[in-house]
């Protein structure tokens, strides 16, 4: 089956376009390209552009059009020549050629001569990822990541200091009492080594301690000069006992694959530059 190069244009045009809607001054006039764009010079006769679009930018409307070659050779400057003959009797036009595999040197003097811009554009390449001393860039990241759940509490046993509770706060030691609270709202205050947690930001801490483990698991421990704050309460506390079991961590690994998100890449001849074009971002001077 031929090539009539429809798919090639649509290559183009997807490109140009995603680096119109990049433009600040111009996604806001929302320009959209046209395909075979028919236009009546100023001699009444019509011709045809593979890709053109317009905007309007400070009274002045810009008009850019794009013949675009899916040739397997360079190309020649007979091609360059006939864009010449239908640009001629439209000078408000600015013209711009698009090929995949280059320009003969003819070509290139003869659109410099006559200001067409000269693009290579193209889908993505191995060449892309290195620059241009042949050091290889980075194009695929793997990454494993590890989530640790925090421990979930079973029993927190506190152990209050009777005496100083006695003198300093009105409670009947007489009778029991909970501290039935959320664990967020239980505090612990170690002076000893001055912090200051909640329950909650201990099983997260007891979590962490047990990578590559589960199941139930005690933790004792004593204070000299601690305190717990509880529903407004503030007592002295001697030590607690905590049950809790932890889960296995949950394990995820992502590959970020650079190279699939490239569509394709525009070279500026007339410039030396390059843009990279990906699925979500465009990078102008690429390498």
Known sequence: MANDGKDYEQFVKSLQQA?????DLIKQKNVKIETNKKITDNCGVEREFDLYWEYELAGVTYKTVIECKDYQSRVSLEKIDALIGKIRDLPDLKAVFATKTGYQSGAKAKAEFNKIDLLIVRGKSDEDWQDESGNPFIK??????????AARTISFSPEIDGNWAKENTDLDLSKP??????NDLITIEDNEKAEKYTVLQLEERLGA?????????????KFDDAYIYCDGLKLKLRGYKIRYSVSLPIKMPINIDYSKELVGVIEY???GTKTAVFSNRIIKDWH
């Open 177 to 182: 009492f909970n501290l039935n609270m959320r």
């Open 19 to 23: 680096l119109l809607d990049s433009e």
């Open 209 to 221: 301690n047990h990578r590559g483990e589960s199941g139930e698991f005690e933790q004792e421990r």
């Open 140 to 149: 695929e990241i793997a990454i494993n990541m590890e989530l640790v759940s």
């Open 269 to 271: 001849l007339h410039k």
